[in-house]
């Protein structure tokens, strides 16, 4: 299984970036997807996920209303759409899969891609 995330950058607060994350190896309508940051000196958190269809999602409270998960499947493909970034927003960005459960912890994915640095700017 390889994830490879890529689409991050340097970014204005109040700007916008949207995140890929393109998988092989593994039949990509079978796995949940979801997206991690981690800032410098901080541990890995939650940022969203989605489930297999697209039908359900989740978000940290941090991000609700200004991120937005989607999936293509035929096309292997998991995106995060940030809106209205913020400064505290800087992290690598990692996309993760996984085939079972449901949520936010680490713990639920076991396959991670290499990560995408966002930057943004005051």
């Known amino acids: 299984v390889q994830l490879q995330a890529f689409g991050g950058g340097l970014v204005q607060a109040g700007g916008s970036l949207r995140l890929s994350c393109a998988a092989s190896?593994?039949?990509?309508?079978?796995?949940?997807m979801g997206w991690f940051r981690q800032a410098p000196g901080k541990e890995r958190e939650f940022v969203a996920a989605i489930n297999w269809s697209g039908g359900s999602t989740s978000y940290a409270d941090s991000v609700k209303g200004r991120f937005s998960i989607s999936r293509e499947n035929a096309k292997k493909t998991v995106y995060l759409q940030m809106n209205s970034l913020k400064p505290e927003d800087t992290a690598v960005y990692y996309c993760?899969?996984?085939?079972?459960?449901?949520?936010?912890?680490?713990?639920?994915?076991?396959?991670w891609g290499q990560g995408t640095l966002v930057t943004v700017s005051s």
């Open positions: 190896g593994l039949t990509f309508s079978n796995y949940k």
């Open positions: 993760a899969a996984d085939r079972s459960g449901w949520g936010g912890d680490v713990s639920l994915y076991g396959y």
